[in-house]
């Protein structure tokens, strides 16, 4: 079993979601990553944001963990990340992401709302949707979403 860290990063009113070239259209995700050899889990959980988006990491905590198949039988291990609002600008390492972005509560809220699956737009770009509720990243998303609920404004 492989030990796959999947985190879901905030600058404390924004969640930074991303997407694959494999994804479907319009799909994007919480950031995921093996663990290395000797690599504790909050170790791996700072290297994989900043390899892939290059932001340092201010505090984690972790959530939950899944059983998951794909590639070869993998443990998911959810993690939520705070990053500073100030040093929240998105490198995109090209090499493992086609695109990241922040989103606003009102823009998860209403991808929430949405059947999970590609919906082209007038202009012809995609509506944002999320992963289905039996994964993971849902969840993790789910709580973010519950977190700002009982933030002070």
């Given amino acids: 079993m492989s030990p796959v860290v999947i985190t879901l990063v905030s600058d404390g009113s924004r969640c ?5 070239a494999s994804f479907p259209k319009g ?4 950031l995921a990553g093996f663990c290395d050899v000797g690599e504790t889990l909050e170790e791996t ?3 994989e944001v900043a390899e892939e988006v290059g932001l340092e990491v201010e505090s984690l905590w972790y959530s939950a963990s899944q ?8 443990l998911m291990i959810a993690c939520h ?6 040093q929240s600008k998105i490198s995109v390492n090209k090499l493992e992401l086609e695109a990241a972005g ?4 009102e823009e998860i809220m209403e991808a929430l709302g949405r059947e999970p699956k590609p919906l082209k737009q007038e202009d012809g770009s995609f509506s944002l949707w999320l992963p289905p509720k039996w994964a993971i990243a849902h969840q993790l998303i789910q709580e973010w979403v519950k977190l ?3 933030s002070p404004a």
């Fill in 45 to 47: 959980v700072r290297r």
């Fill in 148 to 150: 700002q609920a009982s």
């Fill in 81 to 86: 990340a705070m990053v500073q609002p100030q």
């Fill in 67 to 74: 059983h998951w198949p794909f590639p070869n039988s993998s």
């Fill in 102 to 105: 922040w989103f606003s509560l």
């Fill in 27 to 30: 799909m994007y995700s919480a």
């Fill in 16 to 20: 930074l979601l991303a997407r694959q």
